[in-house]
């Protein structure tokens, strides 16, 4: 039993209080490999942002469960040499079983998400206060989901989207003991979260999706005042990057994502966790592509995989200072 604190990282209890006190959200990026880890901290200790590393199921098979925690380790050890005091979250994104978050929180994760939103509501809550009795027993803290996202996200798939019912929030947060909620009000997983038909074109002719449910956030406001609220599927999918994976190669179709400035809206809001995943995956993916497609000869991976750690960099700085508001809190509250 490894505890996420002897990794010096911290839980979200704390993070999120600050981030509703100061309307804006903790940036949630999730990382499979060392890339995607240094483009994080870096950003992170450049805009003096706290952070939570996001590791899915998928990602922590892909990269091996003992080499995440000690990542997890010399993510904290880096922000430090780059000196910053990056306070740092190791979280489980969209846990499917009760075992699979006992067995993170034994390796030292500091958060955990217990996804049965597929489930039966009273399933959903009998699973969801099991998981939160056992984390807490370790000082770990919990997220649930109400409602269903549409897309796909490593193992997470659902057709349609499923909104929150508001009537349900105050019973499940009680019931369950949670310490955040994530919720449906329209995001979804995935580079493509709505098809063109659902999409009205502005006067540049480009596709706009259908607004947020920001009305559903609002009544779940009132019902539980200041209790976290979290956002997964929060992708803007920048267009500039999908032009570039296809220009080079890439065959990207119908890719559209949220607009930034709803997402911004929600960060000023009860919403302090936002999730971004497939942005930061189109990110390093153009970069990829480019290299690739304009220097054939080139074989050495730091030289294609270098330029996708910076480019990757680049989007979560922007991501945190224009979106998420998540700057500069470290020298003034941390």
């Known amino acids: 039993m490894t505890n996420y604190k002897e990794l010096g990282l911290v839980n979200s209890r704390e993070l999120f209080r600050k ?4 309307h804006y959200a903790i940036p949630a990026f999730n990382f499979n490999n060392m890339e995607q880890l240094q483009a994080i901290v870096s950003a992170c200790a450049e805009t003096k942002s706290p952070v939570i590393l996001q590791v899915s199921k998928g ?21 430090k040499e780059l000196g910053v005091a990056v306070p740092i979250v190791l979280h489980l994104d969209h846990g499917d079983s009760f075992e699979l ?29 099991k998981v939160v ?8 803290t ?20 499923t909104y929150t019912q508001p009537e349900e929030v105050e019973d499940f947060v009680k019931n369950t003991g949670v310490d955040s909620l994530a919720i ?26 259908p607004p947020l449910r920001f009305d559903i956030l609002e009544e779940v ?5 200041g209790f976290p609220i979290v956002l997964h599927g929060s992708s803007s999918v920048p267009q500039d990057l999908v032009a570039t994976i296809n220009k080079y190669g890439g065959a ?46 080139e074989f050495d991976p730091r030289k294609y995989l270098g330029p996708a750690r910076d480019c990757l960099r680049e989007l979560y700085k922007h991501k945190i200072i224009n979106v998420l508001g998540s700057n500069d809190r470290i020298q003034k509250e941390c």
């Open 19 to 22: 981030a509703m006190e100061g």
């Open 59 to 79: 990602a922590r098979n892909y990269a091996n469960q003992t080499l995440l925690r000690y990542m997890a380790q010399g993510a904290v050890e880096y922000a």
């Open 184 to 209: 449906s009000i329209g995001t979804s997983h995935g580079a493509n979260k709505f098809k063109p038909e659902q999409c009205t074109r502005n006067a540049d002719g480009i596709l706009v999706p």
């Open 252 to 297: 990207l179709k119908d890719a559209i994502g949220i607009p930034e400035e709803q997402l911004r809206k929600a960060a000023s809001s009860a919403v302090c966790k936002i999730n971004i995943d497939s942005d930061g995956r189109l990110a390093m993916t153009a970069a990829v592509r480019e290299v690739l497609a304009t220097k054939p000869a």
């Open 101 to 129: 978050c006992q067995s993170c929180i034994e390796y030292g994760f500091s958060s955990v998400m217990i996804d049965g939103s597929h489930l039966p509501y009273a399933e959903n809550i009998e699973l969801t206060k």
């Open 142 to 161: 919990v997220e649930g989901e109400l409602g269903v996202l549409a897309g796909i996200e490593d193992e997470v798939q659902a057709e349609h989207h």
């Open 133 to 140: 009795e056992y984390a807490h027993k370790y000082d770990v």
């Open 221 to 225: 406001e009132k019902r539980i005042p």
